[in-house]
């Protein structure tokens, strides 16, 4: 294998799995959070707030699995 063909190999395999792990996580938050706004739904305000949180900090994961492909691209 070339070493063109290994990078793009590479940043296909980060991209894949930097990109798969964030959004079954961002589901499940999303999941449980309705769960637990279903549940008690006074506490709407409390969950829907750190289950926002939780997303933005799951979707960061995601954004630097893709500056990880870039750094692999261009260097």
Do not use: H, W
Not at 31 to 44: C, H, L, Q, V, Y
């Amino acid at each position: 294998m070339d070493p063109a063909s290994a990078q793009l190999l590479s940043i296909a395999l980060v991209m894949a799995v930097g990109t798969i792990a964030p959004a079954l996580a961002i589901g499940l938050i999303g999941s449980k959070g309705t769960d637990a706004i279903g549940r008690n739904p006074e506490a709407a305000p409390k969950v829907q707030t750190a289950m926002i949180l939780g997303i933005a900090f799951a979707e960061a994961i995601a954004i630097y699995a893709l500056v990880v492909a870039l750094i692999l691209k261009f260097v």
